[in-house]
């Protein structure tokens, strides 16, 4: 910014001229074009920039984009898949002075307001998740954490899935937290996929049952025995009535 002394001469632009009050407002800025329309024309939405952190704040980070302008990455921009739950958090991700890449969000030259996501950068990954894990299929992962009401279970890096402690197969009496253990590899069918809420529904029960019938239908192929459709039927019912008395 310019700075002004007494007597020096100096062009402005009138804004207003108040005849009652005898006044007249000038204007400086207006001399020159408005940095923030230049702007939303250089990074119109979509566009990726580059810029260093200004400040770190407990909301997100704001990053200098062209002189003077600096753009606000929010937190829930951070990542598609990583909650920042601790504000705490953010300053050990980014510091002061650190380059980044964003892309920008929306540009308000009006009230100068540059939102801009560093996700965005990236494809989200909870789109194909309902492509990579239908319902029924049959997945591995480490329990990330035990709750009242059931074990949440890595499927990858920021995917996570929840069975419920109806879907853990627990007999009458079972403690949960002393059944499963953070970090013990379990073996899940996938139930329900909801990409919008971005959540998965999984069931060790079912992928139980799937499994023994697999290798009871692969102990018949093997043993060559003649089997009735009858004999199946009934044993069926039997393997049923044994998990309805476990339960």
Known sequence: SKV?????????????????????????????????????SEYPVGAQIKGKVRSVTDFGIFVNVKEDIDGLVHVSDFSWTKKIKDPKEIKDIYKKGDEVDAVVLEIDPENERLSLGIKQLTPDIWESVPHRYPTGARVKGLITSITDFGIFMELEEGVEGLIHVSQLGLQRGDNLREKFRVGEEVEAEVINVDRTERRISLSMKQAKRRKEKEEYAQYLEDSGDAVTFGDLLQQQLNRSREEEQKE
């Open 4 to 40: 002004l002394s007494i007597g020096q001469e100096v062009e402005a632009v009138v804004l207003e001229v108040s005849a009652e009050n005898q006044r007249i407002s000038l204007g400086l800025k207006q001399l020159t074009s408005n940095p923030w329309q230049e702007l939303a």
